[in-house]
């Protein structure tokens, strides 16, 4: 019972509150350590051969450390009083979803654009995105909004409670333990996580760890999309068509089940420090992509993660009744 009042105070607090600015937030220290521990790694390892082991030692650290720190923090305040537990437990929980932080992201973008303001909307999206805004057209800046609200729904707000409920599922470990590890994955993956120097061998291990990490609860996502959407075998054809042309395992099937869904058409050539770099097209260009598209986009994973929720409630009671 206590697990399940967890999830919902968790989901509530990123729902209404999200990361408010200026406090502190598990991501950031994991950013930190992870800046400092790369440095130091990179100035110590020159082979290729030792910038893959420690590249294993980085992922290993990273990850184990930060799901082991979650579960000892947690211990502590159950400790000192079963309420001050619930309490730290919701807060770290809701710190690993990010429903809340996609959705400011994308209305900070959309709102100067509403008004034909693309200079501003194309300085605000640098700050979500990596690829090259300077001179990204209005529909462009619509694609690129679309894309980070897709992908980012499963590896920010769907696979983080799905490691959560895994976690309460298994007697010891907890809610928060496997959220954390798996948002220090993610996060890795986001910072050492690339195929150039100087991280070609150091963040490999980081990269096809996040992989394997996100490809069931991707994969699960996907599908409940499609049941939500009522076409289900249309959406699934879609993604079997277009999501396995993407070099990445999930992301491609992340987007493309919203694009099936919604009628547009995602990817194309994107430019990255001048250099062009072409995706895969996901989806059929039925309809263009509009701020409409993208507010749909977020209820419907809004409503994916309400399903979940719901579901893990009721296996968390069918569990502890037994």
């Given at each position: 019972m206590t697990s399940s009042v967890v999830l919902i105070l968790a989901a509530l607090l990123d729902y209404l509150i999200g990361d408010p600015w200026g406090w502190p937030h598990p991501v950031q220290v994991m950013g930190w350590v992870i800046s400092r521990l790369t440095k130091f790694l990179i100035l110590v390892c020159h082979h290729s051969l030792t910038q893959r082991i420690a590249g294993i030692f980085l992922g290993i650290t990273l990850i184990f450390g930060s799901g082991c720190i979650g579960w000892l923090i947690i211990q502590m305040a159950k400790a000192l009083h079963p309420l001050w537990g619930m309490v730290v437990e919701s807060i770290l929980l809701a710190s690993c979803f990010a429903f809340?932080?996609?959705?400011t992201a994308a209305n900070h973008v959309l709102k100067p654009l509403t008004v034909g303001d693309l200079e501003s909307a194309r300085n605000i999206l640098s700050n979500y995105v990596g690829r090259d805004t300077q001179r990204l057209s209005e529909a462009e800046i619509l694609r690129a909004v679309l894309e980070t609200v897709t992908e980012n729904a499963t590896d920010g707000v769907m696979a983080p409670l799905f490691y959560a409920v895994v976690g309460a599922c298994v007697p010891g470990v907890g809610l928060i333990p496997l959220a954390?590890?798996?948002?220090?994955?993610?996060?890795?993956?986001s910072m050492v996580g690339y195929r150039q120097a100087p991280y070609t061998y150091l963040g490999w291990f980081s990269a096809r760890l996040e992989d394997y990490l996100t490809w069931l609860p991707c994969r699960l996502t996907v599908i409940t999309l499609a049941l939500l959407s009522r076409k289900p075998f249309y959406v699934w054809r879609m993604c079997c068509r277009d999501a396995v042309k993407d070099p990445s395992?999930?992301?491609?099937?992340?987007?493309?089940?919203?694009?099936?869904?919604l009628g547009v058409q995602m990817g194309g050539t994107n430019w990255y420090g001048g250099i062009p770099k072409p995706k895969p097209l996901l989806g059929d260009a039925i309809h263009p992509i509009t701020p409409t598209a993208i507010e749909t986009a977020l209820l419907l994973t809004r409503y994916a993660f309400l399903l979940w929720l719901a579901i893990a409630i009721a296996l968390l009671f069918i569990l502890i009744n037994r």
């Open positions: 809340k932080s996609l959705r954390l590890a798996y948002k220090a994955s993610s996060t890795l993956d395992p999930n992301s491609g099937w992340s987007e493309c089940a919203y694009a099936a869904i």
